[in-house]
């Protein structure tokens, strides 16, 4: 579903890390963007409306931004965060038109529960956090869902098995194994001890040699 984002930027004066850490320190965070081959802008815009934004799908929809944007309509790209305090420190943002064709990365959300660890005790092994799709900038989902209930025991999903919305195509190679489903270790450890141990080679028993007459 489209959902209506708006955020108000201010074009940046200063740039470099003196003026960043001032836009910080003032609340606000420091921008840039790019796309369309236009020169890319240096902007900033309100940290917590941005949060807001972000808690409100801001990650997979399409944003209108106004102000120094002049109206533009864009994606948030690319988020770097405080290593601490995970605060937003900078943010990169791709211009977009609504029925434009762009590439994004949605993470994978497994659905269901898989046969082989229902029935048989297995563990499922989720391999791909996220996979990356193509499609109108308007419609980008916010995950994918991955079905695994009939997955049973030593059996996995790939990318291909992935279903998309319509329009979209998977850029992540078809072969790549996204959930699988294995054995637990205890449940393997006890195939092993009913297979049994390989016997053992006995140790070769020799003689003391005796001692020849002089």
Request: proline residues 5%; hydrophobic residues 40%.
């Amino acid at each position: 579903m489209t959902k209506d984002l708006k955020l108000v930027v201010e074009a940046r004066t200063k740039t470099g890390s003196t003026g960043a850490h001032a836009l910080r320190a003032a609340g606000r965070i420091p921008a840039v963007i790019y796309g369309h081959g236009a020169t890319p802008e240096h902007v900033s815009f309100d940290a917590r409306a941005f949060d807001d934004l972000m808690h409100h799908g801001g990650r997979t929809s399409i944003v209108t931004l106004s102000g120094a944007g002049k109206n533009a309509t864009a994606l948030v790209r690319d988020v770097q965060r405080h290593p601490v305090t995970h605060r937003v420190i900078h943010a990169d943002l791709l211009r977009v038109s609504a029925n434009e064709a762009v590439s994004s990365k949605q993470q994978v959300v497994t659905v269901g529960v898989a046969r082989g660890v229902r029935d048989f005790g297995g563990v499922m092994d989720v391999i791909v956090h996220e996979l990356e799709i193509e499609g109108p900038a308007n419609r980008i989902p916010d995950h994918l869902e991955a079905d695994v209930s009939n997955l049973g025991l030593h059996e996995h999903l790939t990318a291909a098995d992935i279903a998309l919305p319509t329009g979209f195509t998977m850029l992540t190679p078809g072969d790549t194994i996204v959930v699988a489903i294995e054995a637990s270790k205890t449940a393997h450890d006890l195939e092993e001890a009913a297979a049994g141990a390989p016997e053992q080679a006995q140790p070769e028993l020799i003689a003391p040699a005796t001692e020849s007459a002089e």
